[in-house]
């Protein structure tokens, strides 16, 4: 039996009255849901206009039937569905006590975002998928009480579309944010991703991890020369993730040659436009 789930509603359904507010009805109705131990929301219909505050509100009201699910997705939805900048959601402020058990939150979506303050001693993933992380939230992050936190991946996105720091936010919450037991840090899909690159490298938290998440973004050869000069220094990283980059040839046969394992697929060429350079990450819209 499998135990995970995907629950969403189509266009036809949400004309028929499906949304938000009939989502957890109709996941409690299924008779694959106790078996679950992971859910999957998707789209609940009009996630453009509709926030999935109902959702989130209906699981902290009905906590004991959700005790058995330890991985919770929510706004799992493709361009077709929502654009990821449409994509209203919630706060979850109540969720961190309705849900001791969970260890994996995954979100998609900033717009109207709100986390709390976040204390949960069993969390080992936490990933926020979107197009623009504003700093509010990076700041309640950042606050964070999350002693078994392993994985930590967070879409830094453009300022287009919620981001409205800069490299120095990041430095500010990799010096203040409390992760002891992280093991996976991923900074990625970022439009000043070699910025970025170079503030990682000289955080605290490279002595112990394993993983390193520089993804999606525009990372080129700049920030590739740090990675090549810094990371031999700390053979406790094992992966280096940098897919969807801007890297040349060159650069990636130089990072192919360190001790590690390398995702450095997804190459992509800066455009030039009359004169000027142009170089997107993968998910701003």
Sequence with gaps: METTKTYAYDYDEYEAGKGAGTMIQDIMDDPDFPALTELIIGSWGGSWEDSCQPIIDGIVANADQFAHIEKLFIGDMDYEECEVSWIIQGDYSRLWA??????????????????????????????????????????????????????????????????????????????????????????????????????????????????????????????????????????????????????????????????????ASDQNQPENYRGQIYMNAMLTE
């Design 98 to 263: 309705a849900m001791p058990q969970l260890k994996e939150l995954t979100i998609k979506g900033s717009s109207e975002l709100e986390l709390g303050e976040i204390c949960h001693q069993g969390l080992e993933a936490l990933t926020i998928i979107c197009g623009g992380l504003p700093v509010d939230v990076i700041q309640t992050i950042q606050a964070g009480k999350l002693p078994n936190l392993k994985k930590l991946l967070l879409y830094i996105g453009s300022d287009c579309y919620g981001f409205d720091g800069n490299a120095d936010t990041i430095k500010t919450f990799l010096e203040k944010a409390d992760f002891p037991k992280l093991e996976y840090l991923g900074i990625a899909d970022s439009e000043i991703q070699d910025e970025l690159a170079a503030v990682v490298l000289k955080s605290k938290f490279m002595d112990q991890i394993h993983t390193l998440d520089l993804s999606c973004g525009t990372l080129s050869d700049e920030g590739g020369a740090l990675l090549f000069k810094t990371l031999p220094s700390y053979p406790n990283i094992k992966k280096l993730d940098v897919h969807y980059h801007y890297l040349s040839d060159a650069m990636v046969a130089k990072l192919k040659a360190l001790p590690l394992k390398l995702d």
